[in-house]
């Protein structure tokens, strides 16, 4: 059945609709952080975290060497970044009955490479190797995640293809490995049999009809976590908008 926001509803209410890769004006996305919210809490998504980047040294030299915004996180702004997300947390649970976890977008545009930490606390360098960064994010109880791992057919600039180059020894590292992004499905990772989610990579309102995740677990961080890690109980769905 439609719902009254102009989406078709998920069709499996037991299930958690859930997206893990979300940015915001504290990054670079085009809305601020309560509007994203809303606009996810009147949709009757259940779950959802903020994963606004932190970029490494290389790439914001080189920003502002060329006179361009950061747009990013910064290490000295990041502990009020967690704070503003814990604030609507909050809200988000008592206006809509909608979890939000926080997290971030771990972004080394120098090495290429680009992780989700969701449920996280502290921040973490990005300019660190990856088995490094994996074990800080870990030592947080927070998932890591992989994100557009390959190469995506929508997006020909999209270069993060470090974690798919080196799947071999990366592979058992990671929590999941994101097998859709927004409009693009990574068959490469299915074929892998990876643990998979499914996500937005939400940076404008548009984006919100794209791939999510579904879950069959409490809505709780704990338990969402642990489906994840578990993947069993986890499907992905394209929610599209309703025409007419």
């Not at 270069?159 to 929590?175: K, T």
């Not at 937005?200 to 069959?216: N, P």
Request: net charge negative; hydrophobic share 35%.
């Amino acid at each position: 059945m439609p719902g009254q926001n102009g989406y078709r509803k998920c069709p499996a209410p037991e299930w958690l609709l859930c997206d893990f890769h979300i940015h915001t004006t504290l990054s670079d996305g085009e809305l601020p952080l309560r509007e994203v919210v809303d606009l996810y809490g009147q949709h009757g998504v259940d779950v959802i975290a903020i994963t606004d980047h932190i970029l490494d040294e290389h790439t914001i030299r080189e920003r502002e060497r060329n006179g361009e915004p950061v747009k990013a996180v910064r290490e000295d702004e990041f502990k009020d970044y967690l704070k503003l997300l814990w604030k609507e947390q909050k809200r988000a649970w008592k206006e809509y009955n909608m979890l939000l976890i926080p997290g971030t977008e771990i972004t080394n545009n120098h090495d290429l490479y680009h992780i989700l930490a969701i449920d996280v606390k502290e921040y973490v360098d990005p300019t660190l190797p990856v088995e490094e960064i994996v074990e800080l994010v870990k030592d947080q109880n927070a998932l890591v995640i992989a994100a557009h791992p390959d190469k995506k057919k929508t997006d020909e600039r999209h270069l993060s293809w470090y974690l798919w180059e080196h799947q071999d020894r990366l592979r058992d590292l990671f929590d999941a490995w994101e097998v859709a992004n927004r409009d693009d499905l990574f068959n490469s990772v299915g074929l892998k049999k990876y643990n998979y989610i499914a996500n937005s990579d939400f940076h404008k309102r548009e984006h919100l009809y794209s791939w999510k995740t579904l879950l069959r677990c409490e809505k709780n961080a704990e338990d969402v976590k642990e489906a994840i890690r578990r993947n069993e109980d986890v499907a992905i769905y394209l929610m599209r908008k309703r025409e007419g």
